[in-house]
């Protein structure tokens, strides 16, 4: 078992009606001009962005807003936040939407906190010494962005999609109605299921010694996903299912489900990371599309956690062969992937990127064979590679 | 489901070795003065208070200390931490122990912050606006304190124990290296682990729909708690299984199994204060002593409840007769606590109390009549008397 550090600041306020406390939350935090910051139209459609500025008139809080946020939020809509905060002494963001409103607008407080260029942080070129304080209103359960530490851009300049991770970003608080997810489009939700499982998945697969409590506490997280994701494809409007979902999104990365790990592997985040910046797919879709793939292609170098997974998850007989036992969770974890209507390669995403595409994801993918990616085996730019050449096409 | 709020800011700081980074900790939180709060000679003689000490030296952090905290912590000692850190200008806190100093840190924090008597928040006679904020370094996994806004203490006056919770007190930061624990007497070691499972069990025997999400993750905490207490009677030195404990202690008490729950019965824990404010008997073990004449008590209220329970928790077979299986469960917990040598009736805790002590116990419990508790079943002071009858011995 390894020591670890665990800090999850962020004041969780969840259930029905909690919008409607958006303005005493943004009040306690004692700020002065709030920057409210969402995406596309259907914020302001559904009523509920009127319903935020009606609490935050309430409490009498001053603000300004800045929509058009998209998935895979771009760099330079951060750059224009950051210039507005500056120009208009903005002290507090407040994120109304999903993951990707929420990373824009860590991004655009580490803009406004810090001297410089702020995408020299994505770079990992130096690190932030602050960030402006952040308060969300989450409208997607998927990312886990609301309670995480993690922010992740997309630069327009190549296409680069890249994240960026520290503590002073983590939200003040964070607003969790169910509700609000209810009217999301069926893909979506089970893409955002895909990404929760997935975040648990990345550090449940590891090479050390873990720890039992966590490891019981990931493999119920991602059989409730599943068993949910199942309703929701159903009962798009089931108020429990949406809950359990949304929990569990923020369970699954707000460090929870890492706790004395090695940290987990993260290579199907990376690899999908490059897939999202060059075609812009769904982040959850782009993780199903090259899981398979992953997973086959490193089994070997740890039967016996797949085997445990394949057993524990997705609910397998423990059977005499660990190989064969690791391999047939796989085939279920692909066989729920189709239950919700995810991909399970590359093709499915509707995209059929070339041979040399392929390579250039790897080469990408690899900061130009600067680094490996992965714990439970490292990869290399030619495994990279060959993983998604492998996700391309099933079978 | 019900709508909850969860907020667990203290930084968590765990594994071998983490004592040497409280100094850097402590300084972290730019206060001028820090009063190292601790209990009996145990931190003495195993050399951690010295190594305490020189980690705030060699962070050059100004600091005194006031030691003697026993179990079931007092109010006397709680009035002269006060009075010493308001002469002395004290701005921080760092409990050097278990539960007892925890809650005794953040009774005098309370003490310090708010004009006055401390004990009036106990008597819930007012509400604390603040607390001077607190560190830990954990030498016990048992009350979780160190993650929890609660705080208990004992006025000798008429031997009160009384609790009160506010988010003020939750720790800054708390330092959990499992090796500090394995010194530990069996009984004390057994006593803890009790504690652990009885605050998950609390919270999840309610009346409401619950969140599946969070019944898993307590069937599964306490579970775990079972399984390397079992281990710890043997193997008291076992680091995995002192770290099982210690996080299970953590997340037993922060919140987190009570999410999307109605907040929990605690009956238990009542019943248990006025035993341990009576006698001084150790917590967990009076738990233990109360808690089947209890279960048998409350049972017939949600029988699908204790049936689950007796299911995912103890492993008992799910049988066709639900108050069958929910027996059996009860009858399981009764011997996990015989396996690990911890009391099943309040003889077993080596005291005696006559009729009319019981019927004092109840009247205390009830704060003279005043407040039924419990939700599985409101229990009134009647109720309260016939289960401490009940539980005098067993069977």
């Known amino acids: 078992m390894e020591n670890f550090n665990y800090y999850t600041p962020t004041e969780v306020v969840f259930g029905r009606g909690t919008e409607k406390q958006v303005g005493e939350l943004v009040k306690a935090q004692k700020c002065s001009k709030v920057l409210v910051h969402y995406g596309s139209g259907s914020v302001k459609k559904s009523g509920l962005l009127d319903r935020v500025f009606r609490s935050l008139d309430e409490a009498g809080i001053s603000y300004l807003s800045l929509g058009g946020v998209v998935p895979n939020p771009r760099l330079s809509l ?77 630069n327009e300049k190549g296409w680069l999609k890249r994240g960026y991770s520290s503590n002073y970003a983590r939200a003040k608080f964070a607003v969790m109605n169910p509700e609000l997810t209810m009217t999301l489009p069926k893909y979506q939700t089970a893409s955002g299921c895909v990404d929760i499982m997935m975040h648990t998945m990345e550090r449940y697969f590891n090479q050390c010694d873990n720890m039992e409590l966590t490891d019981g506490i990931s ?97 397998v007989a423990d059977g005499a062969d660990e190989t064969e036992t690791a391999l047939k969770g796989i085939e279920a974890m692909e066989a729920f992937y189709r239950a919700v209507e995810m991909p399970v390669c590359i093709k499915d995403l509707g995209i059929e990127p070339t041979v040399e595409q392929l390579r250039e994801l790897a080469e990408k993918c690899s900061h130009l064979r600067k680094r490996t990616v992965g714990c439970v085996k490292k990869l290399d730019v030619d495994d990279m590679y060959q993983i998604y050449k492998n996700a391309l096409e099933f079978g």
Chains 1, 2 share one sequence.
């Open 78 to 154: 951060v750059y224009e936040g950051i210039s507005l905060c500056k120009s208009e002494d903005v002290d507090f963001i407040l994120a109304v939407g999903g993951g990707s409103v929420i990373d824009s607008a860590k991004a655009i407080g580490y803009g406004v906190s810090n001297e410089g260029d702020v995408w020299d942080f994505y770079e990992k070129k130096r690190q932030a010494s602050g960030c402006l304080s952040i308060g969300v209103v989450l409208t997607i359960s998927a990312a886990g962005s609301e309670m995480s530490d993690s922010s992740v851009i997309t």
């Open 219 to 315: 493999e119920h997280l991602i059989r409730t996903v599943m068993k949910n994701a199942k309703i929701l494809m159903e009962e798009p409007y089931n108020y429990d299912a949406r809950a359990e979902v949304m929990w569990a999104g923020s369970l699954s990365h707000n460090g929870l489900t890492g706790c004395g790990t090695d940290g987990g592997d993260w290579a199907c985040h990376q690899l999908e990371h490059e897939l999202g910046g060059m075609f812009d797919v769904a982040h959850g879709a782009g993780l199903a599309a090259v899981w398979g793939s992953w997973a086959r292609y490193v089994m070997d170098a740890c039967p016996e956690r797949f085997a445990r997974f394949a057993v524990n998850v997705m609910g």
